[in-house]
T-cell receptor, first 114, second 111 residues
Framework: NAGVMQNPRHLVRRRGQEARLRCSPMKGHSHVYWYRQLPEEGLKFMVYLQKENIIDESGMPKERFSAEFPKEGPSILRIQQVVRGDSAAYFC????????????FGNGTRLTVT | QQQVKQSPQSLIVQKGGISIINCAYENTAFDYFPWYQQFPGKGPALLIAIRPDVSEKKEGRFTISFNKSAKQFSLHIMDSQPGDSATYFCAATGGTYKYIFGTGTRLKVLA
């Protein structure tokens, strides 16, 4: 009974490098969401994707951040040229439908930028 | 208008006591209010949720109380146990996929 799978669990990158975070949704879920959690803060919506489509990326910075959910394979959140302020926990969630559907979260990827 | 305000920031309760966490919202379009529990190093896990057509929902030791007119909802944990020590987040959404989360309450239950 696999839940939402995220990898890696921890990722350390130097400033200027690229970070690539992966998320496989729960079986049967076709809606994927990425949230960011800063220390001592709640989760902030970043992007909502369905297979091969970005539905809403309004919470994602316009520069350096991108997300995809290809027909085959996991969803990818990509952060180019990372800066120290990108250090955070990034959580992926999935759901069966897009509206008022319970979100099921993975255990997150903790990104540290040195 | 998109904020969900959560209090207190931290809470210490004796074993067997009642833990109460409060949230307030402004957007009257919100119609689904879940609570999530998060242990260190883990992702948030859905605990219990309520829709505004009822004023209370109970699941085991966990109860959500909902006051539509005051735009407030709260989580009550009865007979709190050390294993309940975690961070709790309230959230709200209104017919969309975009959840608005509170800032979290760190609960510690003393043995």
């Amino acid at each position: 009974n696999a839940g939402v799978m995220q990898n890696p669990r921890h990722l350390v990158r130097r400033r200027g490098q690229e970070a690539r975070l992966r998320c496989s949704p729960m079986k049967g879920h076709s809606h994927v969401y990425w949230y960011r959690q800063l220390p001592e803060e709640g989760l902030k919506f970043m992007v909502y994707l369905q297979k091969e489509n970005i539905i809403d990326e309004s919470g994602m910075p316009k520069e350096r951040f991108s997300a995809e959910f290809p027909k085959e394979g996991p969803s990818i959140l990509r952060i180019q040229q990372v800066v120290r302020g990108d250090s955070a926990a990034y959580f992926c969630a999935s759901s069966t439908t897009g509206e008022n559907s319970p979100l099921h979260f993975g255990n997150g990827t903790r990104l540290t930028v040195t | 208008q998109q904020q969900v305000k959560q209090s207190p920031q931290s809470l210490i309760v004796q074993k067997g006591g009642i833990s109460i966490i409060n949230c307030a919202y402004e957007n009257t379009a919100f119609d689904y209010f879940p609570w999530y529990q998060q242990f260190p190093g883990k992702g948030p896990a859905l605990l219990i949720a309520i829709r505004p057509d009822v004023s209370e929902k109970k699941e085991g030791r966990f109860t959500i109380s909902f006051n539509k007119s005051a735009k407030q909802f709260s989580l009550h944990i009865m007979d709190s146990q050390p294993g309940d020590s975690a961070t709790y987040f309230c959230a709200a959404t209104g017919g969309t996929y975009k959840y608005i989360f509170g800032t979290g309450t760190r609960l510690k239950v003393l043995a």
